[in-house]
């Protein structure tokens, strides 16, 4: 199993930015893919997530009408789309995999992590 996260980069306050997630090497579609992000002297934080199987979707609520995460199979690609972005949201973003199936941004409960991919908002 392999998660290659991409589409971190520079954007002023209130622009968007969309990540990707591309996984492989998967032999069941019940996961769920997770992103995380991890400030500079901060923990790592849980903030969206979506079930490979049915579609279903979590998000904290720092986030939740700002970005949106959804999944296009064909590409075998997780996307969090980033909107209205704050300098607050700087961070390293990860994308993670959860193997049983439950949807869930507890970080202690996935198993596969990818790199991380920077996103740099300014004031």
């Known amino acids: 199993v392999q998660l290659q996260a991409s589409g971190g980069g520079w954007v002023q306050a209130g622009g968007s930015l969309r990540l990707a997630c591309v996984a492989s090497?998967?032999?069941?579609?019940?996961?769920?893919i997770g992103w995380f992000r991890q400030a500079p002297g901060s923990e790592r934080e849980g903030i969206s997530s979506?079930?490979?199987?049915?579609?279903?979707?979590m998000y904290v609520n720092s986030v939740k009408g700002r970005f949106t995460v959804s999944i296009d199979n064909a590409k075998n690609t997780v996307y969090l789309q980033m909107n209205s972005l704050k300098p607050e949201d700087t961070a390293i973003y990860y994308c993670?995999?959860?193997?049983?199936?439950?949807?869930?941004?507890?970080?202690?409960?996935?198993?596969?992590w990818g790199q991380g991919t920077l996103v740099t908002v300014s004031s």
């Open positions: 993670a995999a959860e193997m049983d199936g439950w949807n869930t941004i507890d970080a202690s409960e996935f198993d596969y």
């Open positions: 090497g998967f032999t069941t579609s019940d996961y769920v």
């Open positions: 979506i079930s490979i199987s049915d579609g279903s979707t």
